[in-house]
């Protein structure tokens, strides 16, 4: 019912910046979270950041924080993940996702965009 559509993902050098955007649709909520994950090959995928819809700022994961900034643009239905200061670790596939509880764990999310990549070359 909700749709999410991630786009802004590409190759960067590592030291450089990238932004990201989730666009929501369909039965969008102003209560429920949004937050971002990623997913690099092999690996679990793992909690970046996340906000409430209507309330609050971001909530970031120890390896992103100062470097990474999510924000919201409600009229616009987006959310925004500012990423500055990219490492070669910060390569993976990003998602933005939606809960109707504050959560930092992937499987309590119900919606969920494509992914987009993001790789960091050094």
């Known amino acids: 019912q909700v749709q999410l559509v991630e786009s802004g993902g590409g190759l960067v050098q590592a030291g450089g910046s990238l932004r990201l955007s989730c666009t929501a649709s369909?039965?969008?909520?102003?209560?429920?979270?949004l937050g971002w994950f990623r997913q690099a090959p092999g690996k679990e995928r793992e909690f970046v950041t996340v906000?409430?819809?209507?309330?609050?700022?971001?909530y970031y994961a120890d390896s992103v924080k100062g470097r990474f900034t999510i924000s919201r643009d409600n009229a616009k239905n987006t959310v925004y993940l500012q990423m500055n200061s990219l490492k070669p670790e910060d390569t993976a596939v990003y998602y933005c996702?939606?809960?109707?509880?504050?959560?930092?764990?992937?499987?309590?999310?119900?919606?969920w965009g494509q992914g987009t990549q993001v790789t960091v070359s050094s």
């Open positions: 906000i409430r819809w209507n309330v609050g700022t971001g």
């Open positions: 369909g039965d969008t909520f102003s209560s429920y979270a």
């Open positions: 996702a939606a809960a109707t509880l504050w959560s930092t764990e992937a499987r309590t999310y119900g919606y």
